[in-house]
C-alpha cells in the first residue's frame, strides 16, 4: 500500500479556510427574523465552536447561538448581548447581536493568525508550579512577564507539597521566598493530602480565574478536585520521565460551588513570549522597574554593558541575581527565536 502523502502547510491552511467557509454556509442557514426572537438580555460566553457559541442566560440556562456577521471577535468569558428565539432552529437557540468592552483578555500568540485573543474578563491567573515535574523557577518567570502584560493579577500555586522533602524543601523554599519578596502571592496545595484545598477555593471564589504552567504539574487534577462531578481527563505523570499532557481541546468557563469561575483551555495553559518585545519583557519583571531606562547607554542589552543598572542594582542586592539571570536567558531566546522578528518588526 502507498504511503500517504504528507501535506504541507500552504495546503493546511486551504483546507482549515474551505472548512470554515462550510461552516459560514451551513451557518446562514439559520436566519432569525426579528418578530421570531425573544427580548435582548445579557449573557456570558460559556465556550466558542466556530461559527456558533454556547451562551449562559441571567436564568442560567444556556443556549447555543449564532454570532451576527458585525462580530469580529468572540471569545469564552465575553459578556455578550443576545437574544433568545422563541423555537430552535437545527439546534440553535438563539443569536448574539454585541459584545460588551472587556475587563481583560488573554492571548497567545500564533503563527499564522498573530496574537490571538483566547479568553476574556479574567481576574487571576494562578501559574501551576510543582515538585515532580522538577521545580523550574525560569517558566514561573515566564508565566509572570506574561501575566503582567495583561494586566491580570498573578498568584503562583505550589502543588504536590506532599513530595517535599529534605532534598528539596530548602531550595524550592528559598525560590518562593523571592517571589513573596517581590510583592508576588505564594500558595501551597496538595491533592494528595487535601493540604491548602479549603485555602484555595476561597482564593477562587471571587474571581474570574485560569490555571497555567508546564504540562504534568497537575492542572487537571486539581480542577478534578475543585469539581469532582467535572469529569475533566487526567493523565497520569510518568514517573520515568516526569512528562504530563492536557487533553482540554476546547475553551470553557465552570462554575465553582463555593463562588468564582474557571476557564480552561489549552491554549490558555500553556503559552510563548515569542510574540513579545525585549521592552514588554522587562516590564514583566516588576522589581526592576526602578532601574529601566537608567542604564548608561540607551541600548542597553542588559548582560555585561557597562554602566547596566539592572546589573548595578543586583551587586548592590536590590534585585535578586536569580531573577536578573532569568531575565536574561528570556532574552536571549527571544534573539534566537526567528518568530520573534515577524511580530516586533
Not at 505523570?237 to 480552561?264: K, P, W
Not at 540607551?298 to 554593558?305: E, G, I, M, S
Not at 547596566?308 to 541575581?321: E, F, N, Q, R, T
Request: proline share 3%; net charge neutral.
Amino acid at each position: 500500500m502507498a504511503k500517504a502523502k504528507k501535506i504541507t502547510k500552504g495546503q493546511a491552511r486551504q483546507i482549515k479556510a474551505n472548512q470554515s467557509k462550510k461552516l459560514r454556509k451551513s451557518t446562514e442557514k439559520v436566519q432569525w427574523q426579528d418578530d421570531q426572537l425573544g427580548l435582548a438580555e445579557t449573557g456570558t460566553v460559556i465556550s466558542r465552536f466556530g461559527q456558533h457559541a454556547d451562551v449562559e442566560g441571567n436564568d442560567g440556562e444556556i443556549c447555543r447561538c449564532n454570532l451576527r456577521r458585525s462580530i469580529s471577535s468572540l471569545v469564552c468569558g465575553d459578556k455578550v448581548l443576545w437574544r433568545k428565539g422563541k423555537e430552535s432552529q437545527h439546534s440553535i437557540s438563539g443569536v448574539i447581536e454585541a459584545v460588551h468592552e472587556r475587563d481583560s483578555v488573554l492571548s497567545r500568540p500564533d503563527v499564522y493568525d498573530g496574537v490571538k485573543p483566547i479568553a476574556a474578563n479574567i481576574s487571576q491567573i494562578l501559574i501551576v508550579s510543582s515538585v515532580l515535574p522538577a521545580f523550574n523557577a525560569d517558566i514561573i518567570d515566564r508565566y509572570l512577564v506574561a501575566a503582567e502584560q495583561t494586566g491580570i493579577t498573578p498568584v503562583i500555586l505550589m502543588n504536590k507539597i506532599d513530595l517535599l522533602d529534605d532534598s528539596n524543601r530548602e531550595i524550592i523554599e528559598k525560590q518562593l521566598s523571592i517571589y513573596r519578596d517581590i510583592g508576588y502571592h505564594v500558595t501551597y496545595v496538595s491533592n494528595e493530602t487535601g493540604a491548602g484545598i479549603a485555602e484555595l477555593k476561597k482564593q477562587l471564589s471571587q474571581h474570574t480565574s485560569v490555571f497555567v504552567g508546564q504540562s504534568g504539574v497537575g492542572k487537571s487534577t486539581l480542577t478534578n478536585t475543585l469539581m469532582p462531578d467535572l469529569g475533566v481527563v487526567t493523565k497520569v505523570v510518568s514517573e520515568n520521565s516526569g512528562l504530563g499532557q492536557h487533553t482540554t481541546t476546547v475553551a470553557r468557563l465552570y462554575h465553582f460551588e463555593d463562588g468564582g469561575d474557571l476557564i480552561d483551555s489549552p491554549g490558555i495553559r500553556e503559552f510563548g513570549l515569542w510574540h513579545l518585545s525585549p521592552e514588554q519583557v522587562s516590564n514583566g519583571f516588576t522589581e526592576f522597574n526602578d532601574y529601566l531606562g537608567t542604564c548608561k547607554f540607551r541600548d542597553c542589552k542588559h548582560q555585561t554593558d557597562p554602566g547596566c543598572a539592572l546589573v548595578a542594582a543586583k551587586d548592590a542586592g536590590k534585585i535578586h541575581p536569580e531573577r536578573l539571570a532569568s531575565f536574561q536567558r528570556i532574552l536571549a531566546s527571544l534573539g534566537d527565536n526567528t518568530l520573534t522578528t515577524r511580530f516586533n518588526n
